[in-house]
């Protein structure tokens, strides 16, 4: 059974551009999270996608955004990135099909964004 | 953003020995969930917690669902070599199962 599959791996940027990052889940899962991971600020939610829909968002600005398409696949996307948006990108995928239970959440290897 | 209070920040033990980590939250949680995480790669799932009192094994690994739903600890015991890592707690409230909420991780070094 195939992981999570987060691409690209890597990613070299310039302030001021925009960028969309791409995770293909596990087979059958239907939802997908984000996750930003910093040496500073550690692992903070984003956002999570169920059936195309955002269900859960976290709090960062509106330069975030995601979607998720119909074969469940998500990507995210930062428009007019900063230095400070330079991150680790890491989705996780899950069955989804109950919020209140964590049912085989999985993370991807994540997408390294260094912003220059 | 919330966060939870993992400690100790970091560790560093002797391979054999015991490991201890604990998280706390001013929050009540759904679910607890425990992390290792090595360099480069993404978070892999250690233990997964769904009561309050729930104590799960994996191999070497404990891990307990505090009773009062605001904390969590994590047991190594004999630690060996390829233990290294970072290992993050996280919790989920009822209903946002989709959004966890992560510690700041312990740091494990394991001299040989």
């Known amino acids: 059974k195939a992981g999570v599959t987060q691409t690209p791996r890597y990613l070299i940027k310039t302030r001021g551009q925009q960028v969309t990052l791409s995770c293909s889940p596990i087979s059958g899962h239907r939802s997908v999270s984000w996750y930003q991971q910093t040496p500073g600020q550690g692992l903070q939610f984003l956002f999570e996608y169920f059936s195309e829909t955002q269900r859960n968002k976290g709090n960062f600005p509106g330069r975030f955004s995601g979607r998720q398409f119909s074969n469940s696949r998500s990507e995210m996307n930062v428009s007019t990135l900063e230095l400070g948006d330079s991150a680790l990108y890491l989705c996780?995928?899950?069955?989804?099909?109950?919020?209140?239970?964590?049912?085989?959440?999985?993370f991807g290897s994540g997408t390294r964004l260094t912003v220059v | 953003g919330q966060q939870l209070n993992q400690s100790p920040q970091s560790m560093f033990i002797q391979e054999g020995e015991d490991v201890s980590m604990n998280c706390t939250s001013s929050s009540i949680f759904n679910t607890w969930l425990w992390y290792k995480q090595d360099p480069g790669e993404g978070p892999v799932l250690l233990i997964a917690l769904y009561k309050a009192g729930e104590l799960t094994s994996n191999g070497r690994l404990t891990a307990q669902f505090g009773i009062t739903r605001k904390d969590s600890f994590l047991n190594i015991s004999a630690s060996i070599p390829s233990d290294v890592g970072i290992y993050f707690c996280a919790g989920s409230f009822y209903n946002q199962g989709g959004k966890l909420i992560f510690g700041q991780g312990t740091e494990l070094s394991v001299k040989p």
């Open positions: 996780a995928s899950s069955s989804g099909k109950t919020q209140g239970v964590i049912d085989g959440y999985t």
